[in-house]
T-cell receptor
Framework: DAGVTQSPTHLIKTRGQQVTLRCSPKSGHDTVSWYQQALGQGPQFIFQYYEEEERQRGNFPDRFSGHQFPNYSSELNVNALLLGDSALYLC?????????????FGPGTRLLVL | AQKITQTQPGMFVQEKEAVTLDCTYDTSDPSYGLFWYKQPSSGEMIFLIYQGSYDQQNATEGRYSLNFQKARKSANLVISASQLGDSAMYFCAMRGVAGQNFVFGPGTRLSVLP
């Protein structure tokens, strides 16, 4: 049973560039959430996708956008990169049924913005 | 709004001893879930244990147990018989039924000494 996978594992970009991160959920899961984890901090919620639509969004600017595909995989796009966007980006998947379902995380993508 | 507090930035424990990692929370949701995750230096968030707010008994998963005190709004993680491989960051998180995203605490770095 494959767990959550993310690509790439590491990425280096310069300010102003755009980046796309990818996530494949755990088998059987239909919901993908994205989190940003700055160094030394806990993860911060960016947004969640369910049935190919953004269902909830955290306190992140419109530079952060996403997409979910029919196979439930997801992309996170960040435009006009800033130095402060350097972080570990975590994808989590779950099978949401309106309760208190557990989210399972991938290994993350480490983004460095120079 | 939901909030998680972890007041121990770092903890040390001798191998084979038990350790308690503190977590307090604040929420207005009548029903909520509390979760603990382990994050090794590799970055992946590993799910450890879950406690529902209406569960009558404290959750246990192998060497992990959750000391849930609802009136005090605390959900401390107890690790018994610590192993060197337990050295990692530990995050307490919660979600409410009304909200879809997880809220994480700042984490506690546990170091197991040989």
């Amino acid at each position: 049973d494959a767990g959550v996978t993310q690509s790439p594992t590491h990425l280096i970009k310069t300010r102003g560039q755009q980046v796309t991160l990818r996530c494949s959920p755990k088998s059987g899961h239909d919901t993908v959430s994205w989190y940003q984890q700055a160094l030394g901090q806990g993860p911060q919620f960016i947004f969640q996708y369910y049935e190919e639509e953004e269902r909830q969004r955290g306190n992140f600017p419109d530079r952060f956008s996403g997409h979910q595909f029919p196979n439930y995989s997801s992309e996170l796009n960040v435009n006009a990169l800033l130095l402060g966007d350097s972080a570990l980006y975590l994808c989590a998947s779950s099978l949401e049924r309106g309760g208190l379902e557990t989210q399972y995380f991938g290994p993350g993508t480490r983004l460095l913005v120079l | 709004a939901q909030k998680i507090t972890q007041t121990q930035p770092g903890m040390f424990v001798q191998e084979k001893e038990a350790v308690t990692l503190d977590c307090t929370y604040d929420t207005s949701d009548p029903s909520y879930g509390l979760f603990w995750y382990k994050q090794p230096s590799s970055g992946e968030m590993i799910f450890l244990i879950y406690q529902g707010s209406y569960d009558q008994q404290n959750a246990t998963e192998g060497r992990y147990s959750l000391n849930f005190q609802k009136a005090r709004k605390s959900a401390n993680l107890v690790i018994s018989a610590s192993q060197l491989g337990d050295s990692a960051m530990y995050f307490c998180a919660m979600r409410g039924v009304a909200g879809q995203n997880f809220v994480f605490g700042p984490g506690t770095r546990l170091s197991v000494l040989p």
